[in-house]
């Protein structure tokens, strides 16, 4: 294959190349036929810099909102319209340009009305124009403006969707101290500091990221968030009360779970009669007040302009927590139309709920409001993530319609991050075919915790109960295969991300390198640097990476930034990897990663699969790792229940040679700067439903554990022997579905 040309920022990128940012506005002002006086919205920086001007000789009606440069609403209409009675909405339909939020109101053109009143109505022409329209999302435009580097097939860029910051009621506890904005501007490259803590409460430990992401969401827990905003805000009317005295104390656990009991028991206080009232109205006002705050932040770092250098999410964690066992979801709303306050555990406890809530107040209830879930850390959920349940009493058409519904909410999960890989496990229940691989990165060690076989439990946590197959995605891939089977509907036809879940507000900092951001409190050897997400997307801007999300073209990493392509058909040619047009004709001659594969045609064999990889091409101080080899990963099941999986090297040596010198981290030995195959399944059924991934290693080298201890050989890490000296950090693809 060809060298990719390099990025502005020197990083690799797909051979195609090219990034941009799609228009996120449906505008009032683009209209083919315009009502009288109203303004076109301008499309660009020179026609922008003389809107006012245009504006203001329109006369006393008209009144231009200023958005950080652009002419837009907080509604996602553009302003630069006059006052009009409610027979002229329907003629305001056209695209403009990308979202932003209201900054600035210019009120020199009101002919003496007030601001207020200007805002009032702004807010009622574009309430009433996105109800009689009926926009459902702004990615819907019939036009786009794009990026200045938009490409059609695609680019990769790398994100943080799980992160954590002094919102959090735990993170707070763990002496983080920054805040969103904070979080923000570390991941677009500025330096922030961490604990520990001076006598001030502010951070000591000046941390930067090797590498600047390109997009971001803070998912800070709704649950206490209220009661955080007001036991850390000093002067709030609950700062000194006793509940917030004892949230502010020094948190010293001694193990996992009496850290988690701890964690749960001081979450419950700040949800408490005490703090918030018998009404809840006291933590209610400081829940809006700081989901409002975190909408405002995403506006002021989501770049505005056609350079598209970084890309904000609105987003919050649901935290189901129920005996300990984690089924906790990260809720990413499209763009900036999100619902009043999150839809917290406390309100929906299930998981059911929740998609109905969002549903209602979202999808159904906020024009332009687009959302999903993703469920993370399945590997802690004692096998109740991905258990499939239905109200008592349901039918199979309400399981199929139900089913839909999880499938639609939740494209993707989280599979790879702080608290361990959640991928697959070894020897698991009622599953077979060998995978040597399976033990990588586990935050529950395999002899601690017994197969669940078929049933649930709880305590994980806190290190308790058992491990079911379930708390992998692989073995949920399969169950998904099953059900499909039994009722028609897939509801695990998701696809796979990486994130950190870093509660220290320092989003991203994933290379093994990196070890200045390492949490020194944090000992345990479950706990890595976590995962990256990786999306194909034609542009980086929250519409095209939102849509990316959705069709489930994504992969996650284990920090390392792996270039990996997935093609699925029935007629590729054997020698696809030779061509210079790979990526035109992986899309034209069936679907990537994520896709479901078109319906096999008379007479067709076997599918077809083509995987491209490259290496991380790492940082001039840091070259990345070389690439050792890739594997196509297939499941299925049988009627009995049975899961199958079949992991085929089909790239690549996994006895190349390669090593690393623990003492000196110097890597040796050969590997493969790009590694490309065309793959045809030898073992393919067409009346079986199936599903295919793939899976890219690096070559050894070490772990950041290893490098703490070269730093600081007293750390606390060093004397574990559970600890892997070593690491082959490694991509997964999201999976193409097979259905006779």
Not at 87 to 103: G, I, N, V
Not at 156 to 164: K, R
Not at 545 to 550: E, N, P, V, Y
Request: glycine share 10%.
């Amino acid at each position: 294959m060809p060298s990719p040309p390099p990025r502005r920022d020197g990083r690799a990128v797909d051979p195609t190349g090219a990034r941009s940012r799609r228009s996120r506005l449906v505008s009032a002002c683009g209209a083919r036929s315009l009502p009288p006086g109203l303004a076109r919205c301008p499309r660009n920086s020179a026609r922008r810099r003389g809107a006012r001007e245009a504006l203001s000789s329109e006369g006393g009606g008209v009144f231009p909102v200023r958005l950080r440069g652009h002419w837009s609403s907080r509604f996602g209409l553009c302003a630069c319209a006059r006052f009009y009675t409610i027979m002229d909405m329907p003629s305001l339909a056209r695209p403009l340009r990308k979202t932003s939020r209201l900054a600035l109101m210019d009120a020199t053109t009101l002919s003496g009305l007030s601001l207020a009143l200007a805002v009032s109505f702004a807010s009622f022409v574009a309430g009433t124009a996105v109800a009689l329209l009926g926009f459902a999302s702004p990615s819907r435009a019939a036009e786009a403006e794009r990026c200045d580097h938009f490409d059609a097939n695609k680019n990769v860029f790398w994100g943080d969707l799980h992160i954590h910051t002094a919102y959090s009621m735990d993170a707070y506890m763990f002496d983080t101290r920054l805040n969103p904005g904070d979080a923000y501007a570390f991941a677009k490259g500025e330096t922030r500091s961490i604990d520990p803590l001076d006598e001030n409460g502010t951070g000591t430990r000046p941390v930067k990221i090797g590498r600047p992401l390109d997009f971001a969401a803070i998912t800070d827990h709704a649950d206490a968030m209220g009661g955080v905003q007001l036991c850390t805000t000093p002067g709030s009317k609950a700062y000194d009360s006793p509940v917030c005295q004892n949230y502010r104390s020094p948190f010293a656990p001694a193990n996992p779970k009496e850290a988690a009991e701890e964690i749960v028991g001081r979450v419950a206080s700040l949800n408490s009669d005490p703090l918030c009232g018998s009404d809840w109205a006291v933590c209610r006002e400081g829940l809006v007040d700081a989901w409002q705050d975190m909408q405002r932040t995403a506006a002021r770092h989501d770049d505005p302009t056609s350079a598209c250098s970084f890309t904000t999410f609105i987003a919050y964690e649901h935290t189901a927590t129920p005996e300990l066992t984690k089924i906790h979801r990260n809720v990413i709303f499209r763009n900036e139309h999100v619902i009043d306050r999150p839809v917290r555990y406390s309100d929906e406890p299930t998981a059911l709920g929740l998609w109905r809530e969002l549903d209602r107040q979202c999808l159904q209830g906020t024009p332009g409001c687009d959302v999903l879930a993703i469920p993370h850390n399945p590997n802690l959920s004692n096998g109740r993530l991905f258990t499939i349940e239905y109200p008592e009493g349901a039918g199979k058409p309400e399981q199929a319609r139900l089913a839909a519904l999880r499938a639609r909410m939740e494209p993707v999960v989280e599979m790879m991050q702080i608290k361990g890989e959640s991928e697959c496990k070894a020897n698991p229940w009622k599953v077979l075919g060998a995978d040597e691989d399976c033990g990588f990165e586990k935050y529950r060690q395999l002899h601690e915790a017994p197969d669940c076989e078929g049933r649930t439990d709880k305590g994980a946590l806190g290190g308790q109960g058992c491990s079911s197959r379930l708390d992998y995605a692989r073995y949920a891939l399969i169950e998904g295969l099953r059900e499909a089977d039994r009722i028609g509907v897939n509801p695990y036809a998701f696809g796979m991300i990486g994130a950190t879940d870093i509660h220290t507000g320092t989003p991203g900092p994933t290379d093994e390198w990196e070890i200045e951001t390492y949490d020194s409190a944090v000992p345990g050897p479950g706990y890595n640097l976590g995962g990256l997400a990786a999306v194909w997307a034609e542009e980086n801007s929250r519409d095209a990476i939102f849509d990316a999300l959705r069709r489930r073209e994504v992969y996650a990493t284990s920090g390392s930034r792996i270039t990996v392509r997935l093609f699925g058909g029935w007629d590729y040619p054997e020698n696809l990897c030779d061509q210079a047009d790979l990526v035109d004709q992986g899309y034209a001659g069936g679907v990537p990663m994520g896709g479901d594969l078109p319906a096999r045609p008379d007479g067709s064999g076997a599918p077809v699969f083509v995987v491209s990889a490259m290496q991380d091409a790492g940082t001039a101080e840091h070259p990345g790792n070389l690439l050792q080899r890739v594997q196509i990963v297939k499941g299925w099941s049988d009627p009995d229940g049975t899961f199958h999986q079949q992991v085929v090297d089909v790239a690549g040596n996994r006895n190349n040679g390669a090593s690393v010198d623990t003492k000196t981290c110097a890597v040796n030995g050969p590997g493969e700067r790009q590694l490309c195959t065309v793959w045809t399944d030898p073992d393919f059924d067409p009346n079986q439903r199936a599903v295919y991934y793939a899976r890219v290693f690096e070559n050894p080298s070490c772990r950041f554990s290893t490098r703490v201890c070269l730093e600081n050989p007293d750390h606390g890490v060093c004397d574990v022997a559970a600890i892997r000296k070593t690491i082959q950090d490694r991509a997964w693809t999201s999976p193409i579905w097979y259905t006779p």
